[in-house]
């Protein structure tokens, strides 16, 4: 199964198209974003693997704005160890969802990962990308399920907080005042095709 979805950015005036591939044995995400943001243009394409759980055991993120390229890459071994460059990096020890500032789809890994029944609230610990300010940081937050397609989300550190509307899939349809979804497509199958000239 997938899901190809735009999602409009209000605070980060931006444009993401994201590609979901659901399969048996994980889920694949490919995304691009561009967008604007204090008088920055920005551009972020991210990669994210995770096992049938959605745990997750994959991130690549290439990011470009104000002149400067940002290049990561970690692995997980779903249970919230990380590596990079061959090297362990204990900071993130238990962090087993990754959240990227400048995109909805990084609440869809917690939010099917846990699996919330209604008014149950769990504490998780996140690795955040703040791209553009070119941070990379554990995080705590907080999830609580208050309806079938809503969940209460807190990122504990900024006291921030947002009732954020999701559908059947987990996938942001309303994040208020930084993002909407304005199409979803979504098909059984993927074609590729090569054409040489």
Request: some cysteine; overall charge negative.
């Amino acid at each position: 199964m997938q899901f190809n979805t735009l999602w409009t950015g209000r605070e980060y005036y931006s444009l993401e198209n994201c590609l979901v591939e659901i399969t048996s044995s994980g889920v694949d995400i490919h995304s691009v974003i561009v967008g604007k943001y204090e008088s920055r243009i920005y551009r972020v394409d991210y990669h994210i693997k995770t096992n049938p759980d959605w745990e997750t055991q994959y991130v690549q993120i290439t990011s470009r704005h104000s002149n400067r390229e940002q290049y990561l890459r970690l692995h997980s071994d779903g249970a919230g160890n990380w590596i990079a460059d061959g090297k362990r990096i204990s900071q993130f020890d238990g962090c087993i969802d990754v959240d990227i500032a400048v995109t909805p789809f990084t609440n869809t890994l917690p939010i099917n990962r846990l699996r919330l029944n209604t008014n149950e609230t769990k504490h998780i610990r996140v690795i955040y990308f703040d791209l553009l300010q070119q941070q990379v940081r554990p995080a705590e937050q907080v999830y609580k399920r208050i309806s079938d397609w809503q969940y209460h989300y807190e990122n504990v550190p900024n006291d921030f907080e947002a009732d954020i509307t999701v559908d059947e899939n987990g996938l942001v349809v309303d994040y208020p005042s930084l993002f909407t979804r304005t199409e979803i497509i979504q098909s059984s199958y993927y074609c590729n095709v090569e054409q040489d000239f």
